[in-house]
């Protein structure tokens, strides 16, 4: 099944939903501009498109192979990913000073939603290296810079991230390898590894390991952390990275999806000890781990957003084509199955959920371009609070609604859909991992909750909810009726965030009990801001449409109002409802222990 | 990964909250006895959790094969189904003339839950040929009775549904199968069939094909089908079933889920022209299909409860083992991940919503056994009102929540869930078919505002209705703090359910605006009723410990109530807030035209 860059959605968003241009006002940016964006966004979606997408279905068959400790990618990949170093699309939105096009972070995630769509095991590499590169960019020795960063930005090399140990998932304070200083200020590592995405390939000469370890003596918990950089080749004396360090490969996981990524099982140290280099100061591993982690959440998020985009056009497609049954006023005959009010809902449904979970993947990503580059503390500092609010957002309702839309995508091929060669079930089975890794969304409502929620007395919340309830207001004062339908929905479902954010901050709030309703309260939150950005676009869109601008497309924009004004109805209006699910309290839960539960 | 027959549950549901015993009193069951309920569960549960629950890997992992037109199952399938005859489980529910046990249906259903807990892709094989016996025990003449009935009932021989074709899905009336009559009072058959369960397979000596099909000159659409008996196997001159009939699996559909189900495309006629009798009258083949179809809506619905409840156990046998993390209250180390908030909430929700689905499935299978059995036309008239009320939202519900459910189970395994050899992906995949099979859940909501709404002026619904408001002034007049909770809620999603059924069926309705929100309307539907169930079985219980008999089992009784009450909050509560996505009416929606969705 072909696939199309949205690029009108896009655009639209990160223009009039998240206010793309404001980044250039700070000058970190001299060559954005908007024809730059559509360039971009352009040649993205052509690269993406023609190059990854055709390869989707042929990862999913064929996997990967391991072989003595080297793993073979499926046919094609190599090829592609050669096509994506040319491109130089690994560096798009790294600093020029340090080898990349010096484009925001936002337009990066703009084309890492097209890379995911068009395949998510492949863009898993390029994910995974662009958490290395931020890494290494913000505590890279220049020794460590010159030799492997300045590689990973051109995409000559990959990275891989080596958090996840048998017995340490979540708890990463539980990890277990150990790294022990050499006389030449190198330390050899020993430890085994899981679920390392791309952690062996054929697609790269290098792979560059950042890995989690405890030195010795280290104190236990995640204090004792450190993060080394473990590259698949060493160099040689000549400076030629041609020593064949001793991490390898041992094993590759049997997934339900995602089959064209290797997971690998790795081992660190297994003979000789394996060299690595410290990142950064000793012990300081967790906060590094964030650097990345928040990069990798976001970019789940977009990847949700990804596979989604992905299976919903291809559902799309297939209710335009296939023909079933009679509708009210067409007698002819059979008509398309979009035109049956079910088939057409779930359609409408998925469209508006995956433009609200764009939206919030971009401002996150742009709230992240202005907490780097604002230009004044200010503004750094509240984009910086917008950016960790909408972290977890992005990453679990990106993910929550990559889950909806394929299991919809499924359901609109009918019988077919549960054939594999249709390739709707592999959407399906692919998106299932992104609500587990890079912190599940449990953890990511704990993090809501817990840290984000507490941050400067709430303000991360108020400014929030301060902003919806403007522009509940502003659809209020317009003459649109859909604009005023949403103003209510808007409004209330605001009201309802509003009472339950002070329920959870509250100062004899039992932790159990705001445990207990964490993840409907995430969703409470993310539905909440993900309609109020589309009657943000809705708004903008308006204005645009009383302009009568001759070459506006005026079709897209009434869209962008129906598909805000659809939203309200179906999914803001009943947020309100989630209050008693929110607040059902530890004790109606711990009520049934492990013997009632039984079987 | 073990499964253990879920006994105190399913006899609770059986006798508290859907009344079993009420069963006795029509004469039709005379074995029928507390003790032999018990010794039905006990013997069912020992055989699925021995004989089927270690094949269902099996099944996943092997597939079936198909080869010179004869299809080879999965190792152990064949030797398991022969224990399945000899325990003469295929004619449970069938009566003691036609050689069943002469047992309810709804201890029939019990059973159906337990081989799709095992082995749902097996249990798919039983299943089919119990729509085709309901069938030929109403419709089949004294010789078919005695040639094909007999064998199915005991096991002997299976069956297959045969109804879709390539262009023709949802849409029956498109079927293009012919079968012309032959001088002997035969038809030869000639057509192709699509997605035909257990169509061919090792495990029986003879299929008997029930397949959907156009005699000559007669109308198009549903109109001019006939139902006809294709037996695999002819009768030759001695009565012997040796002559191989030209009906041939031609391929086989590579699958989502249920690998060891052989889901065959069949080619009937391709040769000789496939021999087959009319069952009952011509062009009375829709009628016919309703037939199966309810009994196979019924089981769909309790396969979702079926496979939901394998995909639980095996959660919740992860989450307290697999140790990780520390709880608020247990300094001691790591903590097994059942003590997480988050994770007690997951299994929590999928046990209350398996236990109102099963309530659901099981009621609607009593309402069945009385409208066939019970003492008076009133007793049989109100009990198929209630069977035709029910049906729609046990297919449904029983597999939204299965979806819900096996998807939880993945989560609750964190990056494991995602692995193959773990299991729970298999439940997810399996269970992805059931909103889709016989009848999409879509379906099912258009025959509830359609046919079933406008029932005898509304009496399905306001019947129902009156007896949940009952139920809620019983929780109110308890003293349990705990009913008091579930009447208000149950009380307001009845009143909310009230408005909105009004709504649907307000006389000025547009069709149009009525599907725009049937699939949610039904949703809120079978939650409230399901609901309701469980606040049945909370009153039976507090009514058991208020007696306080000392052989009671307090613990499992104070869960019930602690389950319907989980529910109430949890899902009861967020009912009300649905009205406004069911009355979106068709504008919202078909606004999105397609030129405004095309990416």
Known sequence: MPYQAPIRDISFTLEYICGLSALEKTGAYPDLSADLVQAILEEGGKFTAQELAPLNRIGDEHGS???????TTAPGFKE????????????????????????????GVAFMEMLQSANMAFGLGPMLTMGAIEVLIRVGTDQQKEDYLSRLITGEWSASMNLTEPSAGSDVGAIRTSASPQADGSYLLKGQKIFITWGEHDCTD???????????????????????????????????????????????????????????????????????????EEMRGMAMMFIMMNS????????????????????FAYAQDRKQGRVADQNQGPASIIHHPDVRRMLVDGKAKIAAARAITYSCAIAADLAAHGDSEAVR???????????????????????????MGVQVHGGMGFIEETGAAQHFRDARITPIYEGTNAIQAMDLIGRKLSMQGGLLFSEMLKEINVCASDCAARSDERLQGIAKHLAEAASALQRMTAW?????????????????FQTMCAETVGGHYLAVGALAADQQLQAKDP?????????????????????????????????????????????????
């Open 65 to 71: 192979i391991l072989k003595d400790g080297m793993v």
């Open 80 to 107: 592609a990913y050669a096509k994506l170093v040319e491109g130089g699309w690994q560096g798009l939105s790294f600093p020029a000073s340090a080898g990349g096009m010096g484009l925001p972070g936002a337009l």
């Open 206 to 280: 290098n792979i560059v390991h950042l890995v989690l370890a405890r030195t010795d003596e280290a104190p236990g918990g995640t204090r004792g952390l450190s993060l080394f950089l473990v590259p698949k080749f060493l160099p040689d004396e000549a400076g030629e990275f041609t020593i064949r360090n001793d991490a390898w490969a041992i094993g590759l996981e049997h997934k339900l999806g995602i089959h064209g990524s290797p997971t690998c099982v790795m081992e660190y140290g297994g003979n000789t000890g394996a060299v690595g280099y410290l990142l950064g």
């Open 296 to 315: 990798a959440r976001m970019n789940v998020g977009t990847q949700g957003v990804g596979v989604a985009e992905r299976a919903w056009q291809q559902a």
């Open 381 to 407: 500092e509240r984009a910086k609070r917008r950016e960790d609010f909408l972290t977890p957002l992005a990453k679990s309702y990106g993910s929550d609604i990559a889950l909806e839309v394929t299991s």
């Open 504 to 520: 959870m901050a509250g100062p004899a709030r039992d932790p159990a009990d705001a445990l207990s309703g964490a993840t409907v």
């Open 551 to 599: 070459d506006q497309d005026a079709e897209f924009l009434q869209g962008r109002i129906d598909l805000a004004h659809y939203f309200a109805g179906a999914v803001l209006a009943a947020v309100p409802g989630m209050d008693v699910s929110i607040s059902i309290g530890a004790d109606t839960i711990f009520a049934l222990s492990e013997r009632k539960l039984a079987p």
